[in-house]
């Protein structure tokens, strides 16, 4: 699940302006969007479908997992993937916030 909460802080007080949640939404979806991101940018920098080999598809998956994991406390990272015969790098990557 995942919760999102707004909040306005002056004066020593905190006040909430919208709470929403979401209980369907969760890591494995962040994971699935972030495979998508990259397996389109791989077709279009390597022409090599990452969807057409099983093993390419975990491995991405799995370096997808590591770089929402490393996001969540570095502003800056990369990823870096082999996948089949294929090095995949990309570098200096950044979060919005």
Do not use: M
């Not at 990259?38 to 370096?63: G, H, M, W």
């Not at 015969?85 to 200096?92: A, G, I, Q, T």
Request: charged share 30%; hydrophobic share 40%; glycine share 4%.
């Amino acid at each position: 699940a995942t919760t999102i909460s707004v909040v306005s802080f002056a004066e020593q007080q905190i006040k909430l302006l919208g709470h929403v949640w979401d209980a369907c939404l969760g890591g494995r979806d962040f994971d699935y969007l972030l495979f998508e991101h990259f397996a389109a940018e791989i077709q279009r920098k390597y022409s090599y479908n990452v969807r057409d080999d099983p093993r390419s598809t975990l491995k991405l998956l799995q370096s997808c997992e590591r770089l929402k994991k490393v996001f969540s406390a570095n502003p800056v990272t990369s990823l870096e993937c082999e996948l089949a015969e294929l090095d995949v790098k990309f570098s200096d990557l950044q979060r919005d916030w």
